[in-house]
């Protein structure tokens, strides 16, 4: 079995200068394997180690990190964790070896029975989502798929904030509501998935395709 936790919510908003502020949500998956995905900035290494230290982790008990991309505000801390394979969009390594995994051709990457890694690009060409299996319920771990909740009611919110491939994040957007129960957003709070929601998301894609 495997625990979520939610380490940090992400938040994105324009101040009152204009200027863009953001910063990416973090989450923990304790089970088989210790996961940790999206890092923050490079200026949030306290939150995480105090945010990990509260549920008894250590930076060397995480098995696997996970970016969901590139961008500097999830990747800022994958260098506290040197005992982790690090997977940062469809990129996976460990120090100076790469191992070749055929995301691009839609291939996931599974972890253990309870956890894989699905490629969802979009946001950019290599992101990915990171699904979380219990008897229950799915969780997905989604990065920019999803900027926040509001944003499938108001769609200018994900594609204002960059998609290099708006086709594609539309259909991956559609997939992921699909198969999970819950959805932790790049850039707001965990919610849940309603058939509500997935019928407006599918017809977004019709839309959109
Ligand atoms: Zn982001």
């Not at 089970?31 to 060397?60: C, F, R, Y």
Request: with cysteine.
């Amino acid at each position: 079995m495997c625990e979520v936790v939610v380490l940090h919510d992400g938040y994105s908003f324009v101040n009152n200068d204009g200027e863009m502020i953001a910063n990416c949500s973090c989450t923990l998956i304790k089970g088989p394997h210790n996961i940790i995905i999206d890092t923050m900035t490079p200026w949030d290494s306290e939150v995480i180690l105090t945010a990990l230290k509260e549920h008894q982790i250590t930076p060397d008990d995480i098995n696997f990190v996970v970016s969901t991309h590139g961008h500097s505000d999830h990747t800022g801390n994958n260098n506290l964790f040197l005992k982790a394979t690090h997977i940062v969009g469809f990129s996976i390594s460990f120090k100076d070896k790469y191992y070749i995994h055929p995301f691009e051709k839609g291939e996931e990457y599974v972890i253990n029975d309870f956890v894989k890694i699905i490629p969802t690009p979009g946001h950019t060409l290599s992101d990915v989502t990171v699904l979380v299996k219990s008897e229950e319920e799915n969780i997905a771990i989604v990065g920019d798929l999803f900027e926040k909740y509001e944003d499938v009611n108001n769609q200018s919110i994900w594609q204002e904030a960059g998609s290099e491939d708006p086709i594609k994040q539309v259909k991956n957007r559609t997939m992921i509501a699909d198969i999970a129960n819950w959805i932790i957003p790049g850039h707001g709070p965990k919610f849940e998935v309603t058939d509500e929601m997935r019928m407006l998301l599918k017809n977004q894609t019709t839309l959109g395709a």
